[in-house]
């Protein structure tokens, strides 16, 4: 008998200028507890797998334990089949406690992506690195801000290789031949497309100990894909000089101790994503404007998470103050909120005998 805890965390994909680019890790983590039995010689579950679920976030969707749908027992599926593992071993159990809302802009289904590849790595004794696990998350989340962060931890940025065309063609393959649908209990027996090598890469940035993570979260989803259908083609000259001087500035200066503020609130400004993105969510407009570093002391910067509909603001002190005034603004539109205060988290996913 095995078992063992994989801890994942949340994450903050883009930071304002980086559009799936840079991401951070953030201190709320979803906890997967396995056991694999191995005493036994064959199961009734199927594939061998039982999944049990506790929701921590209150979040008002149903995520189902059948282990040929669920997202994180899929993706250890497609890994392990890779690897000609058709099924999990007999007997495996694993117990998900989630305290990460989904679709708010936390990267939940990154999460859930990182700890799929670790479960399927963990139960294949497949002996994978993180490094090649990244380009397995790559063939399913495509975007490396989010899982990177999950898998490394950290403030990170992120970028893809240059592939080779045929490497470029396997890695386009369909989300639906990478996770085919479920087949009702059958098994297909089709090996499913495997990543090129060296897909996807990421750097750790400095982070300045001071400076923490505000998360504003409205009590409502935004699915990304959504959220990305309503990004434009194309960008003029002058929009994409304005994000990438400011992301050239935004690894500087979060990682300075002590943190300036003016730098700070400048290098989080973006014209790629949010200002298309505020068609979604009622009040994005207004919050990213009205708050600045002089008129609430401890504000560095504000930003949507991910694809939103949360909001980060990054604070050195006045948390609460700063949460209240983002939540009030969120409440003239008739929406409420939770809000939690976070920070890096250095580790990102990890696995722990118990
Ligand atoms: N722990 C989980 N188990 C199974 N499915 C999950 C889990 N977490 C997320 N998902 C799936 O991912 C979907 C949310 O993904 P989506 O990309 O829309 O938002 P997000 O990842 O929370 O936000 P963002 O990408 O903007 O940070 C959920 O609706 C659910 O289907
Ligand atoms: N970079 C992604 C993060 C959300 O998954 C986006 O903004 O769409």
């Known amino acids: 008998m095995r078992s063992f805890l994989i801890k994942t965390p949340c994450s903050s994909a883009n930071i304002g200028p980086g559009f799936d680019v840079i991401g951070l890790a953030l201190s709320l983590h979803m906890e997967l507890k396995v056991t694999v039995d191995d005493s036994k010689t064959s199961s009734e579950l199927p594939l061998n797998c039982q999944i049990t679920y506790e929701d921590l976030s209150k979040s008002t969707e149903q995520i189902s334990l059948d282990p040929e749908v669920n997202l994180i ?18 007997e495996t159990k694993v117990h998900i406690s989630n305290p990460i809302p989904l679709g708010r802009g936390l990267g939940s289904s990154g999460t859930a992506v990182v700890a799929g590849v670790m479960l399927g790595n963990e139960v294949g004794n497949l002996g994978l690195s993180k490094e090649r696990l990244l380009d397995y998350c790559l063939m399913i989340e495509r975007h490396p801000d989010n899982v990177a962060a999950s898998l490394f931890g950290g403030f990170v940025g992120t970028y893809l290789n240059e592939l080779k065309p045929e490497d470029v063609a396997r890695k386009e393959i369909p989300l639906s031949e990478v996770l085919p649908a479920p087949a009702g209990g059958i098994d297909t027996g089709n090996k499913p497309p495997e990543p090129p090598l060296g897909i996807g890469h990421y750097r750790k940035f400095d982070w300045a100990p001071e400076i923490k993570a505000i998360a504003i979260i409205p009590d409502f989803v935004v699915p990304t894909a959504n959220a990305r259908n309503v990004l434009p ?68 910067g504000i930003c949507l998470s991910g694809a939103g509909p949360t909001i980060l603001a990054l604070a050195t002190e006045n948390f609460d103050q700063i949460a209240d005034r983002i939540i009030a603004q969120f409440a003239s539109n008739n929406i409420t909120c939770q809000w939690k205060l976070l920070e890096p988290a250095q580790a990102g996913t990890t696995v722990t005998e118990i």
């Open 73 to 90: 027992t899929r993706v250890a599926l497609y890994v392990l089949r890779c690897h000609n593992q058709r099924a999990f071993p007999v």
């Open 233 to 300: 083609q194309t960008y003029s000259r002058a929009d994409v000089v304005f994000n990438l001087q400011r992301a050239a500035l935004l690894p500087a200066a979060l990682g300075t101790s002590p943190p300036d503020p003016d730098m700070i609130f400048l290098a989080m400004q973006d014209r790629v994503h949010q200002p298309y993105r505020k068609t979604l969510i009622p009040g994005l407009t207004e919050i990213l404007q009205f708050m600045t570093p002089l008129t609430q002391p401890g504000l560095l």
